[in-house]
Each structure stands twice: as structure tokens, then as C-alpha cells.
């Protein structure tokens, strides 16, 4: 999983780099001061998910089922309100403001890079259902706490791949 | 353990039906049958490429020659230089390392078994697509087949503008499932390396092998990573209308040759470290004599590993950066130098003063020294600046590149073939034919790519179709055909010698070099659980320690 976080990281540093040889560059608007808001409650919801996901996983690895299904499901929950939020944000861009990945480099680099997060977000979420999927019907058990762990791993990668895009792009990038 | 039993061999295996066998081979998730797969489709591209070659230079023999059109040139050196390097050099490689690394450090498969098969479909299915273009390229626009962008694929060479039709998406998908499967095999190999050692192998005991294949897989995870999001971004331009590498709208052109070296420059070092781990292990034995500087040795791996990574744009003094990182960038790619020569001594040390024996193997590490010399000189001259404005893509770089893959990597390689053949098959190869190889490959390689230096320097631009007689060019164009047909020749004998000794070679015995590394200790092919005792090991070279139980290395290291 370290090998796979690597690689990711090299993958998200070239369309971070990207990112910030192009701002500024669009030869045609919408330009990003003018469209995007920060989606602060997003970014908590994503972050406070790794803290849910480490208590599930400190749960677990101490044998207590119940909360670990109680954190896990909340882990689940937040990421699917960031997912619904990044939908919410992208439709408001392209029907309200206009701005399509054909608009001008900003559009490009812009869903090329948070569309790649949030592709990894589905991924992520999609195992962490699975997971909630076999802890529903009872089958996480205590000895299975080091694959959840790998997993809980993946999550946290995707979180913190967050608070670099955020910073890049809502913080610098506007 | 020769009392081990043979689960497989070649007789038993053919006298059941050929379905049964095909599917066992399809759906095996075991390290040294991947491996031999990874071997065989390597050995296939190789084939093609090398066909690729030799119409360019059939082409070439003459100017003004007609023997193909330019249409079909640009594909032919795209298409080799694809195939030559993502599906050939690469997947040899990963065969190699998935096959030796698990038996030299005393493990029974690979750490990820079922991501070891996944990745080798990954890479081959991205071959096959490749070359699926030549049917599926065309497209609605009726638009040439095979991609004819160049192996690097500058832009806007690859916009949807330039290259209409889906021939570069053909290149582009395949390079990217490649890179999947790379990836996987590298994070197989480090987790492997990592936590699947056998008792008593510590870190400081590894064999070279493992170790320089453990940075080749390091790189490979920082490498390879870069050009998969080139490719991505390569694709939201044709398929999503993005502007990444549209100048028009004020992307850049430049930031894709960026992107790309910096795959493509460590990727010379992701091919050349496994051959020095080759060269690593076929040296001492037929030296008869340990690495000199065990730990030398994989400090200056490391040091090439890290130092290749910030060296990337030195294939780009021509695009017009600032003095400040031509500088920079001439200082990283000459300290490189450094680690690679100290390992080059430190082989040269090995040999001194050991009882030589000139087996085939050897022969090519021999080759592989002198070459790999000459070619990290033409190196140093192309890493200054002001030189390589006045050679960049001529026919001069062209030689030193092919003299770092063909005459180092390569000549390794065969060397590789020949001292594992006898372990991968359980037969002996044919010794006279092994040196015909040799011999006839040195000579071709040496006629090809010596006096291709002369037309570089002489003002040759690489990549034309043709050019006008009368510039001084012509004999050496010739020269340097003729040698390809002595390459072709050898590749040939090589390949029959393999096939013919793989059915008809006498039995080669589980330790046929008297050679020191586990792999040695199982039988030849060794069973599909390779150790039935996972050994334990006291010092780097545990079969001599078994051999010499009244002197081992132990009481030295």
C-alpha cells in the first residue's frame, strides 16, 4: 500500500504541477476568483472522516464491533456528502457559471485535478461500503483489523491529497 | 536437495492435452511462470522491433532509397522505439526479476501473487493493443494506422489537429496500461524484497539482484507515476477537449517534454540497474571470486537511483531553458557519473586477479564493461550544454543511447539468458553456438553503432526518411546497415540455440556454474514451491558456505 500511495503521489504531484504552471495562463475566462468559493464545510467533512476512520480502527483493533461499525458508517456518510458536494459545486460551475473542462486551461486543469481526487474518493468509498457491507452482516472480526487498516491507510492518503488541492487551488489558485 | 522432486518437466507436461496445459499457463499466479511468460512476450516485441529496425535500415542503406514510404518510416521508428522500450526491454526485466528475486532471497512465490498476474496481463494486453493499431488505427478519417508520432510524442504532434484518426490514441492507451502493469510488478517486487526474506537474509546479506532490483521497482513507482498522468492528461485533450498541451489556448508544448523526461530519464536507469545486477552476479562466478565492494555497490546503486531522478531535462538544452537550469541540469547529469564508475571498478576488481573462465555469460559482461565505458563517455560529451545544441537529435545521440541499451543493457541481458537458462529449463544451452552469438553480435553491434556516430557528428539529422547523396554520409549509412544484418543473424542463432536446447540440451543439473546464490540450491526447473525447507543464511553466499563448510564467508563479513 506505501508503494501504491507513492505512486499515486507522484501521479497527483504532476497534475498539481500542472495546476500551478497554468494558473493564470487562461487566454478566455471564467477565471477562478470569479467562480469558485471555498467549500469549507466540504473540506471539514472530509477531514473529520479520517478521524472517524481512525477511531473505527482503534475500535476494532481493541475487539469492540458496535463502535466500529458506528465509526465506519459515519466515515461512509462524510465522504459521501463531500462526493454529493463536489457534484453540487461542479453542476453550479457548469450550468451557472459556465465553465466546462473545453472552457480555457483553468476548466481543464481544474476538473483534471479535482475530478482525479474525487475519482479516488469513489474508489475509497466504494471499498469503505464494501467493508460496511460484511460489518453490517457481522463478518469483521477483530483479526481482520490489519486489512482495514490498509484500507483506513488509502483513506487518509486521499484525505491529506485534499488539503493539498485545497490549498492549491481555493487558497493560492483564486 | 536433489531429492527433491520434480513437480513439471518438459516430458510429462506434453503428453497431456494442450488445452489443459494452455489454461494452466493463462491463469498461473506462480512467480517463475510469470516470469518465463514475462520472458516470452519481451522475447516476441524484441522480434518486432527488431524488424522494425531493419526496414529503417533497409531504408537507409542508400540515399534516396524508396524501400518504404516516409509515411510508413515514421511509423517504423515510432513503433520500435515503443515497442523496443515499453514492450521488450521492460517486460525482459520484470521476467527476470519476478523469476530470480523471490528464489534468491529464499521465498516461495512473490509477495502479491494474483497482482503478479495482473500485471503481466496489464502489459501484455497493452502490447497487443499497440499493435492492434495497424488494423484499428485508421479510424473514420481513413488516417494512417500505426501511430507515427515518435516514441516521446511531442506535442502538438499528438493533438487531435495533427494527428487525426486514432493511431496516437492506440499509443497512448497501450503506454498507459503498461504503466499499470510496471507499477503493479514494482510494488510487487519492493514488498517482496521487503518482507518475504528468508531467516538470516538480512539487508547486508541480499544478493545484488535483489538489491538493485529493489531501486529499479523504487523508481519505477516514482518514474513511471509521471508518465500515466501525462497520458491521462494526453487523453482529456484528444477525448475531452482540454487544452493541457494546446498552445492556443495558452497550454504548453513544452511542459509535455518536461512531463515526459521525467519519466524518461529515470526509465534509462529503471533498464540499466537490472543489468547491473546481472552483471553483479555472472562476474563473481566466473571470476570465482566475491563482489568486490559489496557495500560500495549498493551505495552507488542508490546514488544512481536518486541522482536520476533530477536529471531529466538534459534532453531538452535545445528547447531554450535559462543559463541557471542548463547548469543545473549539466552538473546532475555528470555526477551520475561518479556512482557508475565506481561500479564499473568495482567489476573490474572482481576480475582481477580471479581465474577467469570464458563462458558465454561472461563473455557478454565483458562486452557489457567496455561498451557501457564507451557509452557513458559519449554521455559525459552529450551532458554539456553547448555540445549537445550542436548534436541534439542527430544521429550521435542516436549511437550513444543505442550504446547504453544495445551494448549495455542487452549484451547483459543475453548474459542473463545464458547463465539462467540452465535453472529455467533444467537443459544446457549449446556452449559453440552461445559464442557464435557473441561473436557475430559484437561485430554487428560494433559495425552499427561505431560509425553511426560518424553521420551524427558529421550533421545527420535522426528520424529522416532519406537524405542527398554527396554529404559524406552514404558510406557509413551503409556500413552501419550491414551491421544490422550481422545483429539480425545472431539474434537468430540465439534464439534457435534456446529453442533447440530447451528439448534436445543435455541436463543441466541444479548448480551447473558451481555459482553461490540460493536459486542454485533447488532443482533445475526448480518446483512450484521452490524450497520444501526455506533455508537459512549466514552470509552473502550461502551456497559456498555449504560447499566449504570448513571455510565459510561468515567468518569474514
Given at each position: 500500500?506505501?508503494?501504491?500511495?507513492?505512486?499515486?503521489?507522484?501521479?497527483?504531484?504532476?497534475?498539481?504541477?500542472?495546476?500551478?504552471?497554468?494558473?493564470?495562463?487562461?487566454?478566455?475566462?471564467?477565471?477562478?476568483?470569479?467562480?469558485?468559493?471555498?467549500?469549507?464545510?466540504?473540506?471539514?467533512?472530509?477531514?473529520?472522516?479520517?478521524?472517524?476512520?481512525?477511531?473505527?480502527?482503534?475500535?476494532?483493533?481493541?475487539?469492540?464491533?458496535r463502535p466500529f461499525t458506528f465509526w465506519w458508517l459515519s466515515t461512509v456518510l462524510l465522504g459521501g456528502i463531500f462526493l454529493g458536494g463536489t457534484a453540487r459545486e461542479?453542476?453550479?460551475?457548469?450550468?451557472?457559471?459556465?465553465?466546462?473542462?473545453?472552457?480555457?486551461?483553468?476548466?481543464?486543469?481544474?476538473?483534471?485535478?479535482?475530478?482525479?481526487?474525487?475519482?479516488?474518493?469513489?474508489?475509497?468509498?466504494?471499498?469503505?461500503?464494501?467493508v460496511l457491507a460484511f460489518a453490517l452482516y457481522g463478518r469483521v472480526q477483530r483479526e481482520h483489523a490489519e486489512r482495514v487498516e490498509v484500507l483506513s491507510m488509502y483513506w487518509h492518503f486521499v484525505d491529506s491529497v485534499w488539503v493539498v488541492v485545497f490549498i492549491v487551488v481555493y487558497l493560492i489558485g483564486r | 536437495?536433489?531429492?527433491?522432486?520434480?513437480?513439471?518437466?518438459?516430458?510429462?507436461?506434453?503428453?497431456?492435452?494442450?488445452?489443459?496445459?494452455?489454461?494452466?499457463?493463462?491463469t498461473t499466479v506462480d512467480h517463475k511462470r510469470l516470469g518465463i511468460l514475462y520472458i516470452l512476450f519481451a522475447l516476441t516485441f524484441l522480434v518486432f522491433?527488431?524488424?522494425?529496425?531493419?526496414?529503417?535500415?533497409?531504408?537507409?542503406?542508400?540515399?534516396?532509397?524508396?524501400?518504404?514510404?516516409?509515411?510508413?518510416?515514421?511509423?517504423?521508428?515510432?513503433?520500435?522505439?515503443?515497442?523496443?522500450?515499453?514492450?521488450?526491454?521492460?517486460?525482459?526485466?520484470?521476467?527476470?526479476?519476478?523469476?530470480?528475486?523471490?528464489?534468491?532471497?529464499?521465498?516461495?512465490d512473490m509477495a502479491f501473487p494474483r497482482?503478479?498476474?495482473?500485471?503481466?496481463?496489464?502489459?501484455?494486453?497493452?502490447?497487443?493493443?499497440?499493435?492492434?493499431?495497424?488494423?484499428?488505427?485508421?479510424?473514420?478519417y481513413g488516417a494512417g494506422s500505426a501511430p507515427d508520432v515518435g516514441w516521446f510524442a511531442y506535442a502538438p504532434l499528438t493533438s487531435q489537429t495533427f494527428s487525426l484518426g486514432?493511431?496516437?490514441?492506440?499509443?497512448?492507451?497501450?503506454?498507459?496500461?503498461?504503466?499499470?502493469?510496471?507499477?503493479?510488478?514494482?510494488?510487487?517486487?519492493?514488498?517482496?524484497?521487503?518482507?518475504?526474506?528468508?531467516?538470516?537474509?538480512?539487508?547486508?546479506?541480499?544478493?545484488?539482484?535483489?538489491?538493485?532490483?529493489l531501486t529499479m521497482a523504487g523508481l519505477v513507482v516514482l518514474a513511471i507515476s509521471p508518465l500515466t498522468a501525462a497520458q491521462l492528461m494526453l487523453l482529456i485533450d484528444r477525448y475531452l477537449g482540454g487544452h493541457f498541451f494546446d498552445t492556443q489556448a495558452g497550454g504548453s508544448a513544452v511542459i509535455w517534454m518536461h512531463f515526459f523526461w521525467i519519466f524518461g530519464h529515470p526509465e534509462v536507469y529503471v533498464l540499466a540497474?537490472?543489468?547491473?545486477?546481472?552483471?553483479?552476479?555472472?562476474?563473481?562466478?566466473?571470476?570465482?571470486?566475491?563482489?568486490?565492494?559489496?557495500?560500495?555497490?549498493?551505495?552507488?546503486?542508490?546514488?544512481?537511483?536518486?541522482?536520476?531522478?533530477?536529471?531529466?531535462?538534459?534532453?531538452?538544452?535545445?528547447?531554450?531553458?535559462?543559463?541557471?537550469?542548463?547548469?543545473?541540469?549539466?552538473?546532475s547529469t555528470m555526477a551520475i557519473a561518479v556512482p557508475t564508475g565506481i561500479k564499473i571498478f568495482n567489476w573490474l576488481a572482481t576480475m582481477w586477479g580471479g581465474r577467469i573462465q570464458f563462458r558465454t555469460p561472461m563473455l557478454f559482461c565483458i562486452g557489457f564493461l567496455f561498451q557501457f565505458l564507451i557509452a557513458g563517455l559519449t554521455g559525459i560529451m552529450l551532458s554539456a550544454a553547448p555540445f549537445d545544441w550542436q548534436l541534439s537529435n542527430s544521429y550521435f545521440v542516436v549511437a550513444h543511447f543505442h550504446y547504453v541499451i544495445v551494448g549495455g543493457i542487452l549484451f547483459t541481458l543475453f548474459g542473463a539468458f545464458y547463465y539462467w537458462f540452465p535453472k529455467m529449463s533444467g537443459r544446457m544451452y549449446n556452449e559453440s553456438l552461445?559464442?557464435?552469438?557473441?561473436w557475430l553480435f559484437v561485430i554487428g553491434f560494433h559495425l552499427t553503432f561505431d560509425f553511426m556516430h560518424i553521420p551524427g557528428l558529421l550533421g545527420m539529422p535522426r528520424r529522416v526518411y532519406t537524405y542527398e547523396p554527396g554529404r559524406g554520409w552514404d558510406l557509413w549509412n551503409l556500413i552501419v546497415t550491414i551491421g544490422a544484418l550481422f545483429q539480425g543473424a545472431a539474434i537468430i542463432i540465439f534464439l534457435a540455440n534456446l529453442l533447440w536446447s530447451r528439448w534436445h540440451g543435455p541436463a543441466a543439473g541444479s548448480d551447473p556454474w558451481d555459482a553461490w546464490t540460493l536459486e542454485w540450491t533447488t532443482a533445475s526447473p526448480p518446483p512450484e514451491y521452490n524450497f520444501a525447507v526455506l533455508p537459512e543464511v549466514k552470509s552473502r553466499r550461502p551456497l559456498w558456505d555449504l560447499k566449504h563448510p570448513e571455510d565459510p564467508d561468515w567468518h569474514y563479513e
Amino acid at each position: 500500500m506505501y508503494g501504491l500511495i507513492a505512486a499515486e503521489a507522484s501521479i497527483f504531484t504532476i497534475f498539481v504541477v500542472a495546476y500551478i504552471f497554468y494558473l493564470g495562463k487562461s487566454a478566455t475566462g471564467p477565471q477562478p476568483s470569479a467562480v469558485l468559493r471555498v467549500p469549507v464545510f466540504l473540506t471539514v467533512c472530509l477531514l473529520s472522516s479520517s478521524l472517524t476512520i481512525h477511531f473505527a480502527g482503534q475500535s476494532l483493533k481493541r475487539g469492540r464491533l458496535r463502535p466500529f461499525t458506528f465509526w465506519w458508517l459515519s466515515t461512509v456518510l462524510l465522504g459521501g456528502i463531500f462526493l454529493g458536494g463536489t457534484a453540487r459545486e461542479w453542476r453550479h460551475l457548469i450550468y451557472d457559471e459556465g465553465l466546462t473542462i473545453q472552457s480555457n486551461l483553468f476548466g481543464t486543469t481544474y476538473y483534471s485535478l479535482v475530478g482525479l481526487h474525487a475519482f479516488h474518493v469513489v474508489v475509497g468509498l466504494a471499498a469503505l461500503t464494501v467493508v460496511l457491507a460484511f460489518a453490517l452482516y457481522g463478518r469483521v472480526q477483530r483479526e481482520h483489523a490489519e486489512r482495514v487498516e490498509v484500507l483506513s491507510m488509502y483513506w487518509h492518503f486521499v484525505d491529506s491529497v485534499w488539503v493539498v488541492v485545497f490549498i492549491v487551488v481555493y487558497l493560492i489558485g483564486r | 536437495m536433489s531429492t527433491v522432486p520434480l513437480t513439471y518437466d518438459g516430458a510429462a507436461s506434453e503428453r497431456r492435452p494442450l488445452g489443459e496445459i494452455l489454461h494452466e499457463w493463462v491463469t498461473t499466479v506462480d512467480h517463475k511462470r510469470l516470469g518465463i511468460l514475462y520472458i516470452l512476450f519481451a522475447l516476441t516485441f524484441l522480434v518486432f522491433g527488431g524488424i522494425e529496425a531493419t526496414i529503417m535500415r533497409i531504408q537507409l542503406i542508400r540515399p534516396h532509397n524508396d524501400f518504404v514510404s516516409p509515411e510508413v518510416f515514421n511509423r517504423m521508428f515510432t513503433m520500435h522505439g515503443t515497442t523496443m522500450i515499453f514492450f521488450a526491454a521492460m517486460p525482459v526485466l520484470f521476467g527476470f526479476a519476478n523469476y530470480l528475486v523471490p528464489l534468491m532471497i529464499g521465498a516461495r512465490d512473490m509477495a502479491f501473487p494474483r497482482l503478479n498476474a495482473f500485471s503481466f496481463w496489464m502489459s501484455a494486453f497493452g502490447g497487443f493493443l499497440l499493435y492492434f493499431s495497424l488494423l484499428g488505427g485508421n479510424g473514420l478519417y481513413g488516417a494512417g494506422s500505426a501511430p507515427d508520432v515518435g516514441w516521446f510524442a511531442y506535442a502538438p504532434l499528438t493533438s487531435q489537429t495533427f494527428s487525426l484518426g486514432h493511431s496516437t490514441d492506440y499509443w497512448t492507451l497501450s503506454v498507459l496500461l503498461s504503466g499499470i502493469g510496471s507499477i503493479g510488478t514494482a510494488i510487487n517486487i519492493i514488498a517482496t524484497v521487503i518482507s518475504m526474506r528468508c531467516p538470516g537474509m538480512t539487508l547486508r546479506r541480499m544478493p545484488l539482484l535483489a538489491w538493485l532490483n529493489l531501486t529499479m521497482a523504487g523508481l519505477v513507482v516514482l518514474a513511471i507515476s509521471p508518465l500515466t498522468a501525462a497520458q491521462l492528461m494526453l487523453l482529456i485533450d484528444r477525448y475531452l477537449g482540454g487544452h493541457f498541451f494546446d498552445t492556443q489556448a495558452g497550454g504548453s508544448a513544452v511542459i509535455w517534454m518536461h512531463f515526459f523526461w521525467i519519466f524518461g530519464h529515470p526509465e534509462v536507469y529503471v533498464l540499466a540497474i537490472p543489468a547491473f545486477a546481472f552483471a553483479s552476479e555472472i562476474i563473481p562466478v566466473f571470476s570465482r571470486k566475491a563482489i568486490f565492494g559489496y557495500p560500495v555497490m549498493v551505495a552507488a546503486t542508490l546514488a544512481i537511483g536518486f541522482i536520476s531522478m533530477s536529471v531529466w531535462a538534459h534532453h531538452m538544452f535545445t528547447v531554450g531553458m535559462t543559463a541557471a537550469s542548463n547548469g543545473f541540469f549539466v552538473l546532475s547529469t555528470m555526477a551520475i557519473a561518479v556512482p557508475t564508475g565506481i561500479k564499473i571498478f568495482n567489476w573490474l576488481a572482481t576480475m582481477w586477479g580471479g581465474r577467469i573462465q570464458f563462458r558465454t555469460p561472461m563473455l557478454f559482461c565483458i562486452g557489457f564493461l567496455f561498451q557501457f565505458l564507451i557509452a557513458g563517455l559519449t554521455g559525459i560529451m552529450l551532458s554539456a550544454a553547448p555540445f549537445d545544441w550542436q548534436l541534439s537529435n542527430s544521429y550521435f545521440v542516436v549511437a550513444h543511447f543505442h550504446y547504453v541499451i544495445v551494448g549495455g543493457i542487452l549484451f547483459t541481458l543475453f548474459g542473463a539468458f545464458y547463465y539462467w537458462f540452465p535453472k529455467m529449463s533444467g537443459r544446457m544451452y549449446n556452449e559453440s553456438l552461445g559464442k557464435l552469438h557473441f561473436w557475430l553480435f559484437v561485430i554487428g553491434f560494433h559495425l552499427t553503432f561505431d560509425f553511426m556516430h560518424i553521420p551524427g557528428l558529421l550533421g545527420m539529422p535522426r528520424r529522416v526518411y532519406t537524405y542527398e547523396p554527396g554529404r559524406g554520409w552514404d558510406l557509413w549509412n551503409l556500413i552501419v546497415t550491414i551491421g544490422a544484418l550481422f545483429q539480425g543473424a545472431a539474434i537468430i542463432i540465439f534464439l534457435a540455440n534456446l529453442l533447440w536446447s530447451r528439448w534436445h540440451g543435455p541436463a543441466a543439473g541444479s548448480d551447473p556454474w558451481d555459482a553461490w546464490t540460493l536459486e542454485w540450491t533447488t532443482a533445475s526447473p526448480p518446483p512450484e514451491y521452490n524450497f520444501a525447507v526455506l533455508p537459512e543464511v549466514k552470509s552473502r553466499r550461502p551456497l559456498w558456505d555449504l560447499k566449504h563448510p570448513e571455510d565459510p564467508d561468515w567468518h569474514y563479513e
